[in-house]
Structure formats: structure tokens, C-alpha cells
């Protein structure tokens, strides 16, 4: 499907932050969460923000409440507009916790998901069965697999180290990029405290045993954790669990067009001063003069 690449205000204003990558690409990466959109939602979505949306998951197991045409023509839909779509990690957890997860697959491949999420959010499983699931998603030839580290209810909570051999075990299996649980809420898991807050010493010492930081997805569904993560690691910080209307305000966040970035770019470029556009502009009788 063709697409009008003009922006609105092409060539009039740049981006304070001009190193953003576009799409197709492999860093700074946005995942969008879809807990029911219809056709007509997710047409607006893509028509609207498709050049900044990566990923679109049917979270947790709504994609089992569509009718099957339904389902297909949303799939055909996001994959027009060059937009990966994949069933939640949970969903596959109940098809390990039965026994099913070939008919899993096979019934994905069949629907036309582009790509297929493993984890062990609720679930718990052997590291044997983790690591040969990524592979065989890999073997039934979707194009995007992506795994998740970190457990959904902070009782099963894995130490930090183990959490990120898992990370360089994932993608020695396979994995295309390897998601951080955030969660819905972002709240109580892995690095947000019980508000939401980002825990800074245990996001350190994360970082610091990374085998690809870029290949690392954090769930950020809060604003100030977008923003905390994008100053921290960069525009090209790749985040998931975005909420459908927040997705160009997590662009502009990426490229310094809200308050709070564009501050960062006005404080490093050194000017400082109180700003004066030349020549000084008159009104007089309400038009401009000389």
C-alpha cells in the first residue's frame, strides 16, 4: 500500500534531535499494545502514526475473542503498513501449559502473524524448553520472534543476574530483540517500583551486564518512564507497552518536540541567552512593517 510520505511541516522546522532512525529499523523501536482495537481504530492508527509504530501486539489473549475474518483482515491491515504483528507472550504460555504449542504455531502462521513473542511472565519454564521454542519459532519462519524477561507478579521476582544470562541466552536462541517486563501497569516490576518510579541503581546494574543494550526492549507504558529512558539511553531507546493515543507524543519525546527533551537540546546547544529573531518585526494598524 502506498503511502504519502510528506509531512506536514516538512522543511520549514527541523527536529532538535536529528538523529532519529527510521524505519525499517533495528534500534529505537516502538511497540504498540492493543488490548481491542477494531478495523476502523486500527486503520486510523496506522494511517496516522504507522511510520512510528514497529510492533503492534494483541496483548494477553485477545486475539481469542476475534472472529477469524476479523482477525485476518487485521492482520492484512497492519502488515500493509509495514507494521509487525504478533499475538502476546501469555497467550503461548497457555499453549506450553497445555501441551499445544505446535498447533499454537501452526494456527498463528495460518492467521498471517508476522511474528510470535515467548516468555515466562506467569508461567515457569526450563530453560532447555525456552531455548528450543525461540528456535522452533524461528524454524516455522516468522519474521520477527521476540522473547520477554521478568515475571509478571513481583512474588516470582528472578535475580537481576539470571535475568540477564536469560537476556544473552534468548538471543543466542534466536531472538530478534528480548522485551523487559513492564507490564500494563509499569508499576512493582523488575525496574519500576510500586509507583511506577524507575529504580535507577537496579537499571545500572542491568545495563552493565547487557550483551546488546540495543536489543533490549524496555515496557514503558508511563510518560515519565519514556522519558526517563529516552535521557538516559538516547532516542533510539526501544520501548513497548505504548497506549494507541500516546504514540506521536512518545515520538516527540524522541526528537526534543516536548518541553522536556526540547529542554535538554536548549540547555547542550549553549544558547542560553533570551532569544532574538532579526530584524526586529514592527506591527502597526495590525500588519508588519518595515
Known sequence: MAHDDNKAWLDILDFPVADRTAKPRQRGLTMVIDKGLGLTDTRDLMELASDYVDYL???FGTSAFYHTRLLRQKIELVKSYGVHIYPGGTFLELALLQG???EFLDRAREL???????????????????HNTIQLARVYGFDLVVSEVGKKDPRDTIPDLRLWEQVA????AGSDVVIVEGRESGQGVVIYDDQGEVLED???????HLPDPTRVL???????????????????????????????ALEALRVGLRGD?????????GALDPIKW?????VKGGDLVD
Do not use: C
Open 218 to 248: 524496555w515496557e514503558a507504558p508511563k510518560k515519565h518512564q519514556q522519558q526517563e529512558l529516552i535521557l538516559r539511553f538516547g532516542p533510539n531507546v526501544s520501548l513497548g507497552n505504548i497506549e494507541p493515543q500516546d504514540v506521536l
Open 112 to 130: 498471517g502473524f508476522t511474528g510470535v513473542e515467548i516468555s515466562d511472565g506467569t508461567i515457569n519454564l526450563d530453560p532447555e524448553t525456552r
Open 100 to 102: 499445544r504449542l505446535i
Open 278 to 282: 532579526p530584524p526586529p518585526l514592527k
Open 202 to 208: 537496579e537499571l545500572e546494574q542491568m545495563v552493565r
Open 57 to 59: 501486539k494483541l496483548t
Open 169 to 172: 541466552d534468548d538471543l543466542t
Open 261 to 269: 527533551t526540547l529542554r535538554q537540546y536548549y540547555v547542550t546547544s
